[in-house]
C-alpha cells in the first residue's frame, strides 16, 4: 500500500472525502491543496528530500480565482508530475463523464486510476487505490464495457465518413454521391447500408443515431 498522498483538489467538501477515504486505508502521511503549481511545488520538494510521494490524486478541473496559475488545470499537473517523477501512481477524481476524455487519460497521460464523483464515490476511491496499490491499472466498469465494443470492429476510412456524414445530418440515401465526392468511387447505396449494418452489429447499436453518439464520444468523428 502506499504511504505518502497528495491531493490535489480545490473543493474543500471534496478534499475532505478524499482525506477520510485515505485515513480508512491507513495512509499516514497526507498532503492536500488547492492549487495545481502548489501540487507540482510539493512533488519537487518531496523529491529533493529523499520522501517521495508515491500517489497523486487530483481533479481535472480547478476554478480560477485571484491567484495566477502556470498550471491550468489537473491534465497539466498530470503531465508535470510525471515528467519530475515518471514513477508516481496517478488518481484522477473527477466528475468528468465523457468516455472519450477519460480513455486519453489512460492512453496519453498514462493515469493508473480514474474515479468518478457521484454516488459511492468514496468506496470506488478506495477500491482504485488499493487496486493499483497492487500493481494493477484500475478502470471504471463502464469504461471497460464500451472499451470491450471498441475490440470487435475496426473502422476504416469509408466508415468513418460514412459516420461523419450521417452526424452532420446528411440523408443515408444521399451518401453515395456524398462519399464519391469525397473519393470514394465505390461507396454505393447497398455498400453504405451494409457497413452501416456491420457497425451497429459489432458494436451492439440498435440504430445510427446511437452509432453516431458512440463515435463522437470516442473522438472516431
Given at each position: 500500500m502506499f504511504?505518502?498522498?497528495?491531493?490535489?483538489?480545490?473543493?474543500?467538501?471534496a478534499s475532505i472525502s478524499i482525506v477520510k477515504t485515505m485515513e480508512l486505508l491507513g495512509i499516514v502521511q497526507r498532503q492536500y491543496?488547492?492549487?495545481c503549481d502548489d501540487a507540482l511545488m510539493h512533488i519537487r520538494k518531496a523529491l529533493q528530500s529523499g520522501e517521495p510521494f508515491d500517489l497523486l490524486i487530483t481533479d481535472l478541473s480547478f476554478a480560477e480565482d485571484h491567484r495566477e496559475q502556470q498550471l491550468k488545470g489537473g491534465e497539466d499537473l498530470i503531465?508535470?508530475?510525471?515528467s519530475l517523477q515518471?514513477?508516481?501512481?496517478?488518481?484522477?477524481?473527477?466528475a468528468e463523464g465523457r468516455p472519450s476524455v477519460i480513455r486519453s487519460l489512460y492512453q496519453d497521460l498514462g493515469i493508473n486510476a480514474f474515479v468518478?464523483?457521484?454516488r459511492r464515490d468514496a468506496e470506488e476511491l478506495s477500491s482504485a487505490v488499493e487496486t493499483?496499490?497492487?500493481?494493477?491499472?484500475?478502470?471504471?466498469?463502464?469504461?471497460k464495457r464500451t472499451a470491450s465494443y471498441h475490440n470487435t470492429f475496426e473502422f476504416d476510412k469509408l466508415d468513418i465518413a460514412?459516420?461523419?456524414?450521417?452526424?452532420?445530418?446528411?440523408?443515408?440515401k444521399n451518401l453515395p454521391v456524398l462519399l464519391q465526392e469525397q473519393g470514394f468511387t465505390r461507396a454505393s447505396l447497398s455498400t453504405v447500408e451494409k457497413r452501416l449494418k456491420d457497425m451497429r452489429e459489432g458494436l451492439g447499436f440498435s440504430n445510427n443515431e446511437q452509432l453516431i453518439v458512440y463515435c463522437r464520444d470516442y473522438g472516431i468523428i
Open positions: 504511504k505518502k498522498v497528495l491531493i490535489a483538489e480545490d473543493q474543500q467538501m491543496t488547492y492549487y503531465t508535470a508530475a510525471k515518471d514513477d508516481i501512481r496517478i488518481v484522477v477524481f473527477s468518478q464523483k457521484g493499483i496499490g497492487k500493481g494493477r491499472t484500475y478502470m471504471p466498469l463502464e469504461i460514412i459516420v461523419s456524414q450521417l452526424s452532420k445530418g446528411a440523408k443515408q
